[in-house]
């Protein structure tokens, strides 16, 4: 049975860092790619974030790009996502999503809450 | 950049069938993908590549996609299908996923 788990959040200030972790289990990790989406508080999806099977290639939205960095630990079968200088607009529920191809979520793990406010 | 466009609402009796359309431009030359999210709950895929399904989702849920519109149906509706419909696609334009906006089932 495939699992995700997602850790990490919690509340930031402006300007603060944050490091999600997702710890996947139940199928080939090293074979798929791997995404983040988030969703703000009563609002839709958004994509933050994917990467390769191997790490190599990685991809993210216009909103996040310089600021978030997603990488992949394919011995500890664990996507992270590192977020610096976070703004109130951050604030989200963020969910890890392994990929059946890219860019096509196959299978969501529960979520973390982030919330950025001084 | 690429835009997907759903109405943000869509309501039916049970037993009815809901149809959920997702506008983009030229949107049948892409892969369409479509997620069921309950209230609480993670999204979950419920049509892939524009008509498949993946393990565990019912027949009543098909996929067709043509010209600038996708559209997901969902026939015999029940009141556990009320949820929030997403479209989604890979934009090979630039390398973005694209969601759209989401439309609410309401089962009358």
């Known amino acids: 049975e495939v699992q995700l788990v997602e850790t990490g959040g919690g509340l930031a200030q402006p300007g603060e860092s944050l490091r999600l972790s997702c710890a996947a289990s139940?199928?080939?990790?090293?074979?798929?790619?791997m995404s983040w989406v988030r969703q703000a508080p009563g609002k839709g999806l958004e994509w933050v974030s994917s990467?390769?099977?191997?790490?190599?290639?990685?991809y993210y939205a216009d909103s996040v790009k310089g600021r978030f960095t997603i990488s992949r630990d394919n011995s500890d079968n664990t996507v992270f996502l590192h977020m610096n200088s976070l703004r109130a607009e951050d604030t989200a529920v963020y969910y890890c999503?392994?990929?059946?191809?890219?860019?096509?979520?196959?299978?969501w793990g529960q979520g973390t809450l982030v919330t950025v406010s001084s | 950049s690429y835009v997907l466009t759903q109405p943000p609402s869509v309501s039916v009796a049970p037993g009815q069938t809901a149809r959920f359309t997702c506008g983009g431009d030229?949107?049948?030359?892409?892969?369409v993908h479509w997620y069921q999210q309950k209230p609480g709950q993670a999204p979950m895929l419920v049509i892939y590549?524009?008509?498949d399904r993946p393990s565990g989702i019912p027949a009543r849920f098909s996929g067709s996609s043509s010209g600038s519109t996708a559209i997901l149906t969902v026939s015999s509706v029940e009141a556990g299908d009320e949820a929030d419909y997403y479209c989604?696609?890979?934009?090979?334009?630039?390398?973005?996923?694209?969601f759209g906006g989401g439309t609410k089932l309401t089962v009358l």
């Open positions: 999503a392994k990929d059946w191809q890219l860019g096509d979520f196959e299978f």
């Open positions: 139940g199928f080939t990790f090293i074979t798929y790619a």
């Open positions: 990467i390769s099977p191997s790490g190599g290639t990685t």
């Open positions: 030229d949107i049948g030359s892409k892969s």
């Open positions: 590549y524009n008509s």
């Open positions: 989604q696609v890979w934009s090979s334009a630039n390398n973005h996923v694209v």
